[in-house]
C-alpha cells in the first residue's frame, strides 16, 4: 500500500463515511420536517375546500416519507437526493399553478429552492435549479391557462428576489464547500502522517490497529480468511553497529520497497517496530500465505544491500499465521509472532 492508496484507504474509511453520514441525516431531517409541514398544509387546504392542492400536497407529503423510507433500506444509494430534489422542482411547478392561498404560494418557492441546492449535490444542484426557476418563470408568464392570478409587479419582483436568493444561496453553497474540502485535506494529511512511518511511508501499527482491523471487521466478507506475516530482518543490530544508523536506515527503506512491490494492490505491507514488519493478506489460505511470504523471503535474500564499498547480505525470518474470522486478529497476529521466534530459533531466513 503506497502513500496515495493509504490516504484513499483512510478516505473511504473515515473522511467519506463521515460525509455520507452527514448528508443522509440533512435528508432525513428535511424529508421528515418538510413531509409533516404538507401533511399539516394539505389538511389546512382541504378544510378551506382546494381539493386539488390538498391533494398535491398530500401526494408530496407521502413522496417525500416514502422516499426517505426507502433511503433508510437501500442505503448505499444516492438515488434517494436526486429523487428528493425532483419533488421539490414538481412541488414548486404545483404551488406556481395553483397560487396557494389567496395566491401567496409563490413565497415557498423560496425555501424549496434552498432545500434543493441543499440536498442535491453542488453541481446537479445548478441544473435542478435551473429547471425549477424556467418552470416558475414559464408557469407565471403563461398565467392564461392556469387557476393562480399573479401581479405582473409581483411576478417581476418574485423572479428577481428569487435570482438574488438563488446567487446567494450558490455563493454561500460553492465556499462552504471550498473551505470544507480545504479542511477534509488538511485532515486527510494528517491521518495519513499519524497511520504512516516517516521513515519507509509504509502504514504503521496504528493504522493495522485503529483502521485496517476495524474495516476487516465491519466488511468480514472483504476479508477473510486474513493471513499475517509477521517479518523480522536477520541480525539488523550488526548493520547499525558496523556501518551506523544511517545505512541502517535505507536498509530498512530498501526492505520496505521490496516488499511493497512484491504484493498485490489489496494487500498491506506496514512497519510495525524497528526492524519488524507485518504484511496482511486478505482472502488469502494460509498454505497460500506462507507461498508468498517464502517468494518475499527469496527476494531479500537475494537483494544484498550495496552501496559504495559496502556490500552486506540481508536476509530475514517470517511468522505467518491466518484468521479465518475477524474474531480471532489479535490471537492470529500473536501466533504469527510465535511462529516468526520459532523461524529465529531454527537458524532465521526462514518461513514458520
Ligand atoms: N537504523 C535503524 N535501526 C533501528 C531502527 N529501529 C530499531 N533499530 C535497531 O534495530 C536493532 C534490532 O536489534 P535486535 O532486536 O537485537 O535484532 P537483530 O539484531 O535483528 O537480531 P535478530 O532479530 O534476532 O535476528 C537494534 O539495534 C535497534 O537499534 C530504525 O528506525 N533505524
Known amino acids: 500500500m503506497d502513500s496515495s492508496s493509504l490516504s484513499q484507504f483512510l478516505e473511504n474509511t473515515h473522511l467519506n463515511s463521515a460525509e455520507v453520514k452527514r448528508r443522509r441525516l440533512t435528508l432525513y431531517f428535511i424529508s421528515y420536517i418538510g413531509g409533516i409541514i404538507m401533511a399539516v398544509l394539505a389538511a389546512k387546504n382541504l378544510v378551506r375546500g382546494d381539493h386539488f392542492l390538498a391533494f398535491w400536497l398530500g401526494l408530496f407529503s407521502f413522496s417525500v416519507f416514502a422516499n426517505a423510507a426507502l433511503s433508510h433500506i437501500f442505503k448505499n444509494n444516492n438515488i434517494f437526493y436526486y429523487i428528493a430534489g425532483c419533488i421539490v422542482t414538481a412541488m414548486v411547478a404545483v404551488i406556481s399553478v ?5 395566491d401567496t404560494g409563490l413565497h415557498f418557492v423560496y425555501p424549496l429552492i434552498l432545500i434543493q441546492i441543499i440536498i442535491v449535490r453542488f453541481r446537479a444542484a445548478i441544473f435542478y435549479v435551473t429547471g425549477t426557476v424556467g418552470a416558475v418563470a414559464f408557469i407565471v408568464y403563461h398565467q392564461e391557462s392556469i387557476p393562480a392570478t399573479y401581479r405582473a409587479e409581483d411576478v ?13 444561496a450558490f455563493i454561500s453553497e460553492y465556499f462552504w464547500h471550498k473551505s470544507r474540502k480545504e479542511m477534509l485535506t488538511d485532515n486527510l494529511e494528517k491521518l495519513r502522517q499519524a497511520n504512516s512511518d516517516p521513515l519507509t511511508k509504509v502504514p504503521n501499527r496504528r493504522f493495522l490497529e485503529s483502521v ?14 486474513l493471513s499475517v506475516v509477521v517479518v523480522d530482518i536477520d541480525y539488523f543490530k550488526k548493520i547499525n553497529d558496523n556501518y551506523g544508523h544511517d545505512v541502517g536506515d535505507r536498509v530498512l527503506i530498501n526492505v520496505a520497497t521490496l516488499m511493497k512491490k512484491a504484493i498485490r494492490a489489496t494487500d498491506v505491507v506496514s512497519r510495525t517496530g524497528g526492524e519488524e514488519f507485518l504484511i496482511l493478506y486478505p482472502k488469502t489460505t494460509l498454505s497460500m500465505a506462507v507461498k508468498l511470504a517464502e517468494k518475499i523471503r527469496v527476494e531479500i535474500e537475494s537483494s544484498p544491500f550495496i552501496e559504495g564499498d559496502i556490500h552486506h547480505p540481508i536476509t530475514a525470518s517470517f ?9 480471532n486478529i489479535n490471537a492470529t497476529v500473536k501466533l504469527a509472532d510465535e511462529h516468526l521466534y520459532e523461524a529465529k530459533g531454527a537458524g532465521r531466513n526462514r518461513v514458520m
Not at 320 to 327: G, K, M, Q
Open 98 to 102: 395553483t397560487g396557494g392561498y389567496h
Open 156 to 168: 417581476s419582483r418574485f423572479l428577481i428576489a428569487l435570482g438574488c436568493f438563488i446567487t446567494v
Open 212 to 225: 485496517y482491523f476495524e474495516r476487516a471487521i465491519k466488511n468480514p466478507a472483504d476479508y477473510f480468511p
Open 319 to 327: 511468522g505467518v499465521a491466518t484468521a479465518l474470522t475477524d474474531a
